[in-house]
């Protein structure tokens, strides 16, 4: 297990891309630098999706974020802090990392990130579902009330009370697997207390819900 200051980064290569050159968004093509492609095996028990990538910093040694280097989950602060979550818990090497929306939405500055709009994620829902067509996860991790979100549409569902939810899984027949959320690692500190947990004990929670699911 690697620790909080220095977790396992994929390898610059690793990005599995579905489509070169996407040009699906016409503001995302606009705002992004680069695409930010799912990474890990293949072959994963564990998909985790987050909403989208944000800025990212250019000038990062190595976690510069998917909007610059090219690949999901790889931003200084929450790729650090999922990957570091998923080593803890036991599944490092047996997760795959992505994104719900695959380019960096901007705002009105062009420095920091929007909401995708709903066309967006729509548009792009298309690129996770054959993720997960062809990972076959066990289980999908849903980091934060937004990837929750566009993962549940596909159900027709919605969320309501996102923290509560955190943990608690939601059988989606649609995908052919339950889904699990769980607080964004961006977030985490700030809802912990409200969850009832410190750290270990929600890495603990985490690891046994796992687990269960994946069998």
């Known amino acids: 297990m690697t620790g ?9 290569d690793a990005r599995n891309v579905l489509e070169a050159g996407c040009d699906r968004c016409p503001a995302l093509v606009e705002s992004r630098t680069r695409i930010s492609w799912g990474n890990g095996p293949l072959d994963a028990d564990v998909v985790v999706v987050g909403e989208a990538p944000g ?8 976690w510069r974020g998917g909007n610059h280097s090219g690949l999901a989950y790889t931003a200084r602060h929450s790729g650090r802090r999922i990957r570091e979550t998923m080593a803890a818990v036991g599944y490092g090497d047996r997760t795959y990392y992505t994104n719900a929306v695959k380019c960096f939405p901007a705002d009105e500055s ?7 709009t709903s066309e967006e994620l729509a548009t792009c829902r298309t690129h996770l579902l054959a993720e997960l067509e062809q990972v076959e996860p066990a289980v999908v991790v849903a980091t934060g009330k937004h990837a929750t979100a566009s993962l549940l549409t596909v159900e ?3 969320v309501d009370g996102f923290v509560d939810s955190v943990l608690d899984p939601v059988d989606c027949r ?3 697997r339950p889904v699990l959320p769980l607080l964004h690692p961006s977030y985490r500190d700030v809802w912990l207390a409200r969850l009832g947990y410190d750290l270990d004990e929600y890495r603990a929670e985490l690891g046994a819900t ?5 069998g």
């Open 4 to 12: 909080d200051d220095d977790p396992r980064r994929p390898d610059p």
């Open 55 to 62: 800025a990212g910093d250019p000038d990062a040694e190595a």
């Open 110 to 116: 062009g420095a920091s990130n929007r909401e995708p």
């Open 156 to 158: 027709g569902e919605s």
């Open 174 to 176: 649609t995908l052919g």
């Open 210 to 214: 796992l687990d269960r699911l994946v």
